[in-house]
């Protein structure tokens, strides 16, 4: 709510990554940001806060097909690879985690970096099998 709050103030261009609480004391003095000094404990509300709806789009834009494309490439295999499935699980989990804590953006924690190797591994394998199947004809 109070995040909310803060981007109504800034909605196209957002507060910047390490400004919000400071611009919360200036812009939004009743903000549990700017009186407790709390921060965004939702991952997709700090980065729509942060970089404003422009930011939020781009990356949400890159995020969903990014990821429509590791799905579509994974369902066109020709055989069953556990450990896309696995990374798969990693993904989708630590995406709906990421509604309850911070741990996937603007921060180096171990979730982050389970999410991100587990996304480009999905990524990196859909566009190695598109490449085979250009190449190997």
Not at 26 to 31: I, M, Q
Not at 70 to 81: D, E, H, R, S, T
Not at 89 to 97: E, G, K, R, Y
Not at 115 to 136: A, I, M, P, R, T
């Amino acid at each position: 709510k109070s995040a909310l709050l803060v981007y109504k103030t800034a909605p196209i261009f957002g507060t910047s990554l390490r400004n919000y609480s400071e611009y919360a004391k200036d812009n939004c003095p009743n903000a549990l940001a700017a009186l407790y000094g709390f921060t965004v404990h939702n991952s997709y509300l700090e980065i729509l806060v942060y970089t404003g709806i422009i930011g939020f789009l781009v990356f949400a834009s890159f995020l969903l097909l990014s990821a429509f494309r590791a799905i579509k490439g994974m369902l066109q295999k020709k055989q069953f690879v556990l450990e896309d499935y696995i990374a798969l699980a990693f993904c989708i989990t630590l995406a709906a985690a990421s509604f309850f804590h911070t741990d996937l953006f603007f921060i180096f924690r171990l979730g982050g970096v389970l999410f991100w190797l587990s996304f480009g591994y999905l990524v990196k394998g859909v566009k190695d099998e598109s490449q085979c199947d250009n190449s190997c004809l």
